[in-house]
């Protein structure tokens, strides 16, 4: 039986399954809130590959655990699934190397004209493994990536999203999951749930990124941020995120 669409916190909105229509609206949202909503081209400007970095693995591998949020006919948001990371990082293992190769080779052919896109490119090819926390993978096997345009401020869509994901990677006996972010240093979102909650983030990891500053030359310490927990625990976090944060 085909999902039915859900209504999301604001009256005028739907989360609903992903459609293959939809393919364009959620590459250009993946561009438009890339790198903290400056969009991708302030640091890359080629936003076909990035686009494709971004989404390609779940609009083309695992498109049913993809949902958005639609408005006026619009989509606004995208949640996008992976339960299984040893299957997602298979297939970024080969779509990474082909978006290095395509910029490559369309910066010897003078396609990209700004200095940012060459020193993301090497920065990311250089540090982008060193700069990637790590927890028990096999222990926190899925993971989510999620987008909300300004469109959807205050609508609680991505807590909506997140906590029907967990219902059914719990409904499949999925046990662990494990979420990522890049925020400035010290703030620490996972960190400051757990000690204000009492609850149980098992394993954290962060690794201090250069990429703002590399690129950008914006000096604010930035850190890659991964956290670890049982479905049980993330569900409150997601709780937490809702209630207390009103995301």
Request: aromatic residues 12%; charged residues 30%; hydrophobic residues 40%.
């Amino acid at each position: 039986m085909a999902a039915r669409p859900a209504r999301a916190a604001a009256a005028d909105a739907i989360i609903r399954p992903y459609r293959p229509e939809d393919r364009a609206a959620v590459r250009a949202i993946c561009c438009k809130t890339a790198f903290r909503n400056m969009g991708a081209a302030k640091l890359f400007e080629d936003e076909e590959l990035f686009a494709d970095f971004g989404t390609l693995y779940y609009t083309d591998q695992t498109p049913e655990e993809i949902r958005v949020v639609e408005k006026d006919g619009e989509v606004i948001g995208y949640f996008f699934g992976a339960p299984d990371h040893a299957a997602h990082l298979r297939a970024m293992r080969r779509i990474v190397p082909r978006i290095v190769l395509t910029a490559l080779w369309r910066w010897l052919r003078g396609r990209y004209k700004r200095p940012q896109t060459m020193r993301y490119l090497r920065h990311l090819v250089l540090n982008g493994g060193k700069e990637a926390p790590r927890v028990d993978f096999a222990l926190f096997p899925a993971t989510y990536h999620c987008n909300i345009t300004r469109k959807g401020a205050g609508g609680r869509y991505y807590t909506t999203m997140l906590l029907d994901y967990l219902d059914r990677l719990e409904a499949r006996g999925i046990t662990g999951i494990h979420g990522f972010i890049t925020e400035p240093e010290g703030t620490g979102i996972y960190q400051r749930f757990s000690e204000q909650q009492d609850a149980v983030i098992e394993e954290w990891d962060f690794r201090s990124t250069d990429l703002f500053k590399v690129v950008l030359g914006d000096d604010r310490p930035m850190v890659n941020h991964v956290a670890g927990a049982t479905i049980p625990e993330f569900r409150k976090f997601a709780l937490w995120l809702r209630d207390v944060k009103g995301m």
